[in-house]
C-alpha cells in the first residue's frame, strides 16, 4: 500500500538552530514529491517538487532533497517566521492520469525567539 | 499566480441543512479536488474532477456530493449535515499535463451544530 510517513510530528527549535524533517514514502513508482507549508487556519501554500533521486531545491532558509525512499526538508537557521506545518505528498506512478497525491500527516514546527 | 478562492472562510450550519461550499480557480486548470483536514488526519480527498461534469471519488466521499459545471468552478455539498461534517474544507485545483502541483484556496472552516 502506498504510505507517506513524516517525521518528526512536532519540533521545537531556537531562532538560529538548524534542523531536518523527513518524509519517507512507500509507492511503487515515484512522479513527484511536494512540499508544502501551512500556516494555522490557511490553505497549504506550495513550496517544492522534486522527481528524481539527488534532486535538490532551494528558496531561502529551506533545501528540500530527495532519496529513492525518502526526502529531507532542511532548514538552516531558523527564524520565528518559519513556524508552520510542513506537509509532504507524492504523486506515485500508478495513479494513471488522476492527480491524486498522497499525504503525510505533516511536522509541526516551532521556531522560538 | 495561481488563484484560488472558495466562497466563505467560516461557516456556521444546523444539523440536517444542505450546505453548498463553492471553489473558484482563475487558471484554467484540468483538475479540482475537495478535501477535508482534521487534527491527527491530514488531508483526505472527498471527490475531485478532471473536466467539466467528471467526477471521481475520493477516499471519504460518503455523506457528500460535488457539480462541475463550468471549468473553473467545483463545487462541494452535504446533502443533509452532520455533527461529524464539522472540519475545514480545502479546495484545490492542478493544471493537466505533467504538472500537478495542487494549489490551494484559503478553506472554509465548517462547524455543524
Known amino acids: 500500500e502506498d504510505q507517506v510517513t513524516q517525521s518528526p510530528e512536532a519540533l521545537r527549535l531556537q531562532e538560529g538552530e538548524s534542523s531536518s524533517l523527513n518524509c519517507s514514502y512507500t509507492v511503487s513508482g515515484l512522479r513527484g514529491l511536494f512540499w508544502y507549508r501551512q500556516d494555522p487556519g490557511k490553505g497549504p501554500e506550495f513550496l517544492f517538487t522534486?522527481?528524481?533521486?539527488?534532486e535538490e531545491k532551494e528558496k531561502e532558509r529551506l533545501k528540500a532533497t530527495l532519496t529513492k525512499k525518502e526526502s529531507f526538508l532542511h532548514i538552516t537557521a531558523p527564524k520565528p517566521e518559519d513556524s508552520a506545518t510542513y506537509l509532504c505528498a507524492v504523486h506515485p506512478s500508478n495513479a494513471g492520469n488522476n492527480r491524486k497525491l498522497i499525504w503525510g500527516l505533516g511536522t509541526s514546527l516551532a521556531v522560538n525567539p | 499566480d495561481v488563484k484560488v478562492t472558495q466562497s466563505s472562510r467560516y461557516l456556521v450550519k444546523r444539523t440536517g441543512e444542505k450546505v453548498f461550499l463553492e471553489c473558484v480557480q482563475d487558471m484554467d486548470h484540468e483538475n479540482m479536488f475537495w478535501y477535508r483536514q482534521d487534527p491527527g488526519l491530514g488531508l483526505r480527498l472527498i471527490y475531485f474532477s478532471y473536466d467539466v461534469k467528471m467526477k471521481e471519488k475520493g477516499d471519504i466521499p460518503e455523506g457528500y456530493s460535488v457539480s462541475r459545471e463550468k471549468k473553473e468552478r467545483f463545487s462541494l455539498i452535504l446533502e443533509s449535515a452532520s455533527t461529524n461534517q464539522t472540519s475545514m474544507y480545502l479546495c484545490?485545483?492542478?493544471?493537466?499535463?505533467?504538472?500537478?502541483?495542487?494549489?490551494f484556496g484559503p478553506g472554509t472552516r465548517l462547524l455543524v451544530l
Open positions: 484545490a485545483s492542478t493544471p493537466g499535463g505533467q504538472d500537478s502541483v495542487q494549489y
Open positions: 522534486l522527481y528524481s533521486a539527488g
